[in-house]
């Protein structure tokens, strides 16, 4: 099983809402990843879980907020969202080696979302 | 920013024709990696190269890797209709994966 399960496949909320989206993977990876990823632009990293620790947070605005409840799951909060947060946020799993200097991603599909 | 530069922004080929595609990056890396985008959904990963190595194939894609000049290269032989997505280069180190600003392909039948 290779597949990262990304929920909603769609969102849509207003400034005052609170969301969350989910990410699951099965593969036993250790690494977790959030993207954000505007129109005809490329993913940008926001964080990144190792063994369940947030490890890189890419100066994110408070108002996105992960969590790992553990290593299968990445959920990210999200709360008073503007307009210009509108995006596909694209969740990715790895197995990283060190040794070898391996770090392949293995992206979900990804959640629209929109913020009225 | 550290993202890298991909060029063409846009190719567009005959189907049967080989499709090269360039990335330059800036920082020193652990590897480069490809990546395949159809249609603004998840992207698959195509295939890596270590900072020590300088070209690597896998089945019709080839990749070459210049250190000394931070670039490197994806060449799709003998491409197909399917090939047709945004291709991005990604570099990585110590844990932090950035991509490149991609290159849109369209292979036409």
């Known amino acids: 099983d290779t597949e990262v399960t990304q929920t909603p496949k769609h969102l849509v909320m207003g400034m005052t809402n609170k969301k969350s989206l989910k990410c699951e993977q099965h593969?036993?990876?250790?690494?977790m990843y959030w993207y954000k990823q505007k129109a005809k632009k490329p993913p940008e990293l926001m964080f990144v879980?190792?063994?369940?620790?947030?490890?890189i947070n890419e100066s994110v605005p408070s108002r996105f907020s992960p969590e790992c409840p553990n290593s299968s799951l990445l959920n990210l909060h999200l709360h008073a969202l503007q307009p210009e947060d509108s995006a596909l946020y694209l969740c990715a799993s790895s197995q990283e080696d060190l040794w070898l200097a391996k770090n392949i991603q293995y992206f979900g599909a990804g959640t629209r979302l929109s913020v009225l | 920013s550290q993202q890298g530069e991909e060029d063409p922004q846009a190719l567009s080929i005959q189907e049967g024709e080989n499709a090269t595609m360039n990335c330059s990056y800036k920082?020193?890396?652990?590897?480069l990696q490809w990546y395949r985008q159809n249609s603004g959904r998840g992207l698959v990963h195509l295939i890596l190269?270590?900072?020590?190595?300088r070209e690597k194939h896998s089945g019709r894609l080839r990749v070459t890797l210049d250190t000394s000049k931070k670039s490197s290269s994806l060449l799709i032989t003998a491409s197909r209709a399917a090939d047709t997505a945004s291709y991005f280069c990604?570099?990585?180190?110590?844990?932090?994966?950035?991509f490149g600003t991609g290159t849109k392909l369209q292979v036409i039948p």
């Open positions: 879980y190792s063994y369940e620790k947030l490890s």
């Open positions: 920082t020193s890396i652990n590897n």
């Open positions: 990604a570099t990585e180190r110590y844990q932090k994966v950035t």
């Open positions: 190269i270590r900072s020590n190595e």
């Open positions: 593969m036993g990876h250790r690494a």
